[in-house]
């Protein structure tokens, strides 16, 4: 069965750090782009990174530039996501998505993609 599993999510304080794992099972993520969305409560999910099946591209959301890492383990068949400086405003759930192809827009556009993990940024 293809599945991607997400964790590492929590409760953080304001500044504070986590990273989020990405994890495959029945597929080899080596051969596929990955991206990360976010949905928060209330608000429709947005795309908040995506690396491309080479690792040479990463494309960020603008709200996350110089805070959030993506980055490939392939002997794991993981990817992660290193969220640092984390503020109020990243509470959401997070979702990863894999493409055989290529980055989308939209997590429905994916081949494959996850349950989500919580993150939580309060003090």
């Known amino acids: 069965q293809l599945q991607l599993v997400e964790s590492g999510g929590g409760l953080v304080q304001p500044g504070g750090s986590l990273r989020l794992s990405c994890a495959a099972s029945g597929f080899t993520l080596d051969y596929y782009a990955i991206g990360w969305f976010r949905r928060a409560p209330g608000k429709e999910r947005e795309a908040v990174v995506c690396?491309?099946?080479?690792?040479?591209?990463?494309v960020y959301a603008d709200s996350v530039k110089g805070r959030f890492t993506i980055s490939r383990d392939n002997a794991k068949n993981t990817v992660y996501l290193q969220m640092n400086s984390l503020k109020p405003e990243d509470t959401a759930v997070y979702y990863c998505a894999a493409d055989v192809t290529r980055c989308r827009r939209y997590l429905q556009e994916y081949d494959h993609w996850g349950q989500g993990t919580q993150v939580t940024v309060s003090s």
């Open positions: 690396i491309s099946k080479s690792g040479d591209s990463r």
